[in-house]
């Protein structure tokens, strides 16, 4: 039976990548500006790089108005390839290909493999690559806005270069195939993403694998609207079913397996849903942050794109990488234990209709719901919601009785 799961979780959570852990002070990693043929970027390797070791690589795609330098710096990857011991490039776009150096992932010669922006891109590991020790399991890819839709074009272009994606403020596969079209797609939503799930699919080719990828948005994004969050993951859910068995079964779907409702660090709501695979595998992930507008969540104080309160997408990005090497399987996220005394029945626009007795919200402002009504407990005595958002910061209190307040519409 599938299980849906809606949980409150702690705040400042630690991860560690690769080995080492963020918290100990570390030299700078060694920096420069190298180039291929025809792109500039900025590469960063850590100080204790041994050639014989072979290191994880970060490609970071900037947005428009950004440069390697900017977006390295609000991304803080530097020390983190540090201090977690990886190989990081920032491929930059120069203003000659686009007056605003934005990534032309709207113009169709720019959206396949073998051509344009993302074989320059597939470039650049090639050439750090063959300077350096690099573990071909574990090259990633990951964007900010227009860098974000470019993350997505070459994760399907390459997949047997990029192991996983991470996507901030981004698009869709093809979410536009010219600028009006891309600049509709930004305020509106692009086409039809379980029809870009396939035509991503069919651009794979005979390289086809499931590609993980998370997905970050701010609520309050006027740039590139929350839709377009969305529509990535319905996107990489339809291009990961069609590659993990062959079949549109929806064996990988949209409708989450865990959702997560929490705060971080600096005092922002958040939501987090996990997409599984047939075998519990966490397959996507999405972040939706209460009350960021464009930008990195998380990142560095005074950065250009930053949101330093939100949950931090460069730690939260890279430990879902680690998890996600080319050739393992893909990471697990357990759902919690207990509660119970809870239903949820999620819908295909993302919403869910939860029925639970107010005794399963606990006082640890957590409750708990499975899927299809098989939680125990649930009564006419209790509550009903409809929505897409997450309990207040405060949450609901123990045993409460009549309207419950969760940031939803609530009736008794």
């Known amino acids: 039976m599938r299980n849906t799961w809606i949980r409150s979780a702690p705040a400042g959570a630690a991860f560690v990548l690769f080995g080492l852990s963020s918290g100990a002070s570390f030299a700078a990693a060694v920096c ?50 540090e201090s977690r011991r990886f190989i990081v490039a920032y491929p930059e776009q120069p203003a000659s290909a686009n007056g605003t150096q934005c990534w032309n992932w709207f113009l169709p010669e720019h959206q396949a493999r073998g051509a344009g922006e993302p074989a320059s891109i597939a470039g650049v590991v090639q050439a750090v690559s063959a300077a350096y020790n690099v573990d071909a399991d574990r090259v990633y890819a990951a964007g900010l806005s227009a860098g974000g839709a470019m993350a997505t074009i070459v994760g399907a272009a390459y997949p047997d270069v990029f192991a996983a994606i991470g996507v901030s403020a981004g698009l869709e596969y093809k979410g536009g195939e010219d600028l009006a079209h ?31 990828a998370m997905v970050f948005h701010g609520s309050l994004d006027q740039t590139v609207r929350t839709v377009n969050g969305r529509q990535v993951v319905a996107q990489w859910a339809q291009t990961n079913d069609l590659t993990s068995d062959g079949a549109d079964d929806d064996n990988i779907d949209a409708t989450p397996e865990l959702v997560e409702c929490a705060v971080s660090a600096g005092g922002m709501k958040y939501t987090h849903s996990v997409f599984e695979d047939g075998n519990g595998e966490t397959v996507l ?60 029945d999620a819908q295909a626009d993302g919403t869910f209709d939860v029925q639970a007795d107010t005794n399963s919200v606990t006082a640890s402002n957590t409750l708990y719901v499975t899927e299809s009504g098989s939680g125990t407990g ?30 939803l519409t609530v009736s008794p």
């Open 32 to 81: 420069g500006v190298q180039a291929t043929p025809d792109r500039n970027y900025k590469l960063c390797v850590p100080s204790s790089y041994d050639p014989a070791e072979a290191l994880p690589l970060v490609v970071m795609l900037h947005g428009c108005s950004e440069t390697a330098a900017s977006f390295s710096f609000d991304t803080e990857m530097d020390a983190y390839a």
């Open 182 to 212: 891309a600049l509709a797609a930004q305020e509106l939503g692009g086409p039809d993403p379980d029809r870009q799930g396939r035509v991503a699919h069919a651009a794979m080719g005979a390289q086809a694998r499931v590609v993980p």
């Open 285 to 344: 992930e999405h972040y939706l942050v209460d009350g960021q507008t464009h930008s990195w969540s998380g990142g560095a104080v005074g950065g250009q794109y930053t949101a330093p309160n939100g949950p931090e997408a460069s730690t939260l990005m890279l430990d879902f990488f680690q998890a996600h090497p080319m050739t393992a399987a893909t990471g697990h996220t357990a759902g919690p234990s207990g509660g119970g005394g809870a239903a949820v």
């Open 378 to 407: 649930a009564s006419a005595s209790g509550w009903t919601t409809t929505g897409t958002g997450c309990p207040a910061a405060s949450g609901p209190t123990a045993n409460a009785t009549g309207t419950q307040t969760l940031g």
